[in-house]
């Protein structure tokens, strides 16, 4: 691997498989990993608010032997109390590794640029890689492999998507996407993706209909329609996004085994009703668990 995770596109499939066995043995339950990072600190260099990221990061190293220092927006405040280059010098002479979960991806990428200590993508506004590669395990968990399937993504094309589309075109797996005209994701995302297919295999469809879309996928995955950032766009893509609720009419013409997936905080009765994500396909929680597991996978082989 690389001494950075800011994108799943750092990654081979053999990486890849390599951080998901890792977290095979993690999740087993060993005990053999619990001072492995004895010693080691996580500075988390956070300029949004967070549940699962945050929690999954500290809990994570914690249960490796290390330690996690939070960071939150009063504190560092990237590119305006402090030049970024001078904060990535600064911390990098007193921790061992960072999580940066900030508005710009150019934040991120400056992090790492002048850091001498890994530095792991916690979200940004082009990616979420550990989102990616935790959902890519959860599939690959319940179904037992990843090439060869479909997974539908119905919703906003953002970060979520960006990394979910990186990682099935490097994996081998199908997607089929359906989001509202303008809401695509990014052209160069795709270029990435569609080069990355061209090794593996994998199909990658754009489409406007969502019932299109999750004609015999084995997965329905979706996402917030407003993200952090966006709030003043609320009411506009309301409108925009009528008719890609993932619903039990719309269920209903994927697989009968099909999985429902979204990463969280979901908004219940917009881009997901309560009776799909409660309902017997959901494995959301499962999924949201494997951040924790992937993440200290992660952090292994980038620490050790």
Known sequence: ???????????????????????????????????????????????????????????????LGG?????????????????IRDVARTLSRYLDCIVARTFSHDDVIELARHSSIPVINGLSDLTHPCQGL?????????????????????????????????????????ISIATPKGYEPRRDILHQAFEKSKKSGARITLLHEPERAVKDSHVIYTDVWTSMGQEKERNKRLKAFKGFQIDLRLVSKARRDCLIMHCLPAHRGEEITD????????????????????QKAIMLKLMV
């Not at 330690?67 to 030049?83: F, H, M, T």
């Not at 968990?141 to 539908?152: D, T, V």
């Open 1 to 63: 691997m690389k001494k950075n995770l800011i994108s799943i596109s750092d990654l081979t499939r053999h990486e890849i498989d390599a951080i998901f066995l890792k977290t095979d043995e993690l999740k087993s339950g060993s005990k053999k990993f619990s001072r492995a990072l004895q010693g080691k600190s996580l500075g988390l260099i956070f300029q949004k608010p967070s549940n699962r990221t945050r929690v999954s990061f500290e809990v994570g190293i914690a249960q």
């Open 67 to 83: 330690y996690a220092i939070y960071l939150g927006p009063d504190e560092i405040q990237l590119g305006v109390r402090e030049e």
């Open 134 to 174: 935790s959902d890519l395990y959860t599939v690959k968990e319940k179904m037992g492999r990843l090439k060869g399937l479909k997974i539908a993504y119905i919703g906003d094309g953002n970060n979520v998507l960006h990394s979910l589309l990186l990682g099935c075109s490097i994996m081998g797996m199908d």
């Open 275 to 294: 009776e799909v994500i409660e309902g017997r396909h959901s494995v959301v929680w499962d999924q949201a668990e494997n951040r924790l597991h992937v």
